[in-house]
């Protein structure tokens, strides 16, 4: 069974503390996204990864960064919290594009709503 | 650039009422659209997908959505709801030669009273 994982459900932190958030998925899948979830605007994509190592950004980057070290595990970084990142955070994981270009289902994890105080 | 607009953040009906939620997207080129729904204290789950042939797509839960290329929508229906469908509701699009970003809706909260 598919399955993502987040580190945590909820989070409460200080502002200017550095927060990691940690997503797992155990389907060996290429691809993986953080987004952010607020009321009234949807999910947003802060950044996403295509491979190990490898990053690029989404619509919302500023004041977060990712690291990917190992192919399961893609870590949301928060440098220093502030309020405004007070939000639900999802993670994501899809396989690789296949060759006929059909999309994949991305599967998220439960999120975590982080706090900021 | 593409845009999905969900024009009710909330929809509230009765169980066994019909219901429809509706999407509509903007694109300059074809697209390949979602949905998705939340169910509380969860993360999202694929509820069905459009991405070329017959226009009618369906899910096995007794959702269906029609994709109208003329009027740019595919809203999501179904013709009698239950409770464990109370949820949030994500319409999202994508492009064939970038599928691998989803851009997202504002969202529809669906609240289904007994």
């Known amino acids: 069974d598919v399955k993502v994982t987040q580190s945590s459900r909820y989070l409460v932190k200080r502002t200017g503390e550095k927060v990691f958030l940690e997503c797992v998925q155990d389907?060996?899948?290429?691809?993986m996204f953080w987004y952010r979830q607020d009321p009234g605007l949807g999910l947003r994509l802060i950044y996403f990864?295509?491979?190990?190592?490898?990053?690029e950004k989404g619509d919302i980057p500023e004041g977060y960064s990712v690291s990917r070290e190992k192919k399961e595990r893609f870590s949301l970084i928060l440098e220093s919290a502030s309020t405004n990142q007070t939000s639900m955070y999802l993670c994501?994981?899809?396989?690789?594009?296949?060759?006929?270009?059909?999309?994949?289902?991305?599967?998220f994890g439960p999120g975590t709503r982080l706090t900021v105080l | 650039a593409q845009s999905v607009t969900q024009l009710d953040s909330q929809v509230p009906v009765f169980e066994e009422a019909p219901v429809e939620l509706r999407c509509n997207y903007s694109?300059?080129?074809?697209?390949?659209l979602f949905w998705y729904v939340q169910y509380p204290n969860q993360g999202l789950q694929l509820l069905l997908k459009?991405?070329?042939?017959?226009?009618l797509v369906e899910s096995i839960n007794g959702f269906e959505a029609e994709f109208n290329k003329s009027q740019t929508s595919f809203h999501l229906r179904k013709p009698s709801v239950h409770i464990s469908d109370t949820a949030e509701y994500f319409c999202?699009?994508?492009?064939?030669?970038?599928?691998?970003?989803?851009?997202f809706g504002t969202g529809t909260r669906l609240q289904v009273f007994p």
């Open positions: 459009y991405l070329s042939g017959s226009t």
């Open positions: 990864s295509y491979d190990v190592k490898m990053k």
């Open positions: 994501a994981s899809s396989p690789t594009r296949g060759l006929a270009g059909g999309t994949d289902t991305q599967y």
């Open positions: 999202a699009v994508s492009l064939p030669y970038n599928t691998d970003k989803l851009i």
């Open positions: 389907m060996d899948h290429e691809n």
């Open positions: 694109s300059s080129v074809s697209v390949y």
